[in-house]
């Protein structure tokens, strides 16, 4: 008897910890409406959402209003995945932490998270393939430098490879070899590579950017990645891996933006 009266004590203690906090849910949630609605206006913006993300999944276990919350024995691994709900509908993952953009030095040390592989191993949950076309292999992820961030919170954007970027590497797929970065023959300054494999568990793009690519390194706050799932003509799975460092012209574009189709319609 004492045991059963003992579990009911608890549920009740839950229900009444959980009306406790509802208030501050409700609030939370406020906050978060009107700061999505303002289609991230403030820099600062994306990390209010995933706080109150982080903060939701405590509370009730919602991640609301990201799709996902992942928490990790290393606080630097631990994301969320969030979507956001105006006309673009970009999907992004962004890391708990206050990492600032890929220029963080934690980054590139031994042992650092390696967001492309979550993000990847996150797409089909992420993103609605409303048409049907998209494979996993039309995937494509990618991360902005600096100077091109809106918000002062590193995030992945999600989605599909556009026809520009899938034309790009198509032309200069000859150029592109497996064992190190090569610098193809475009105005932009574009360096690619190609690894073969089925995920991104054995590679972190970052890091391999910024040891394959002259210059990427110590200047890791002006490069751009991209990573494109493909399939050769062989048949073999593989990514491209497209970076480039950013100078005072930007007039070739290739921004995250620029890379992916957040809706895949391809």
Known sequence: ????FGHDWLISRNS???????PVVLSISLVIAVIIMSSFASRSALGLVVEACEINSTLTGSPYPCLKVVQAQDPLSAYVVLREPADKERTILAPLADVPGS?????LAAGAPNYFDAAW???????SLRTG?????DFALAINPASWRTQDRLHVH???ETPRFRALLKTHAAEIGSVRFTKLRTNAGWWATFHAADDLSNLNPLTAVADGVDGARSNMKNVVVGVFGSTLPDGQHGFYIL???IGANKSHGGSAEDM??????L
């Open 1 to 4: 008897m004492s045991h059963v």
């Open 260 to 265: 992916i189709d957040p809706k895949c319609q």
């Open 158 to 160: 999600m989605g599909c």
């Open 16 to 22: 009444k910890s959980r009306m406790k906090y509802r």
């Open 103 to 107: 220029e963080d030095p934690r980054l």
């Open 243 to 245: 970076a480039r460092i």
């Open 121 to 127: 191993k996150e797409r089909t949950a992420a993103i």
């Open 133 to 137: 076309k998209a494979s996993p292999q």
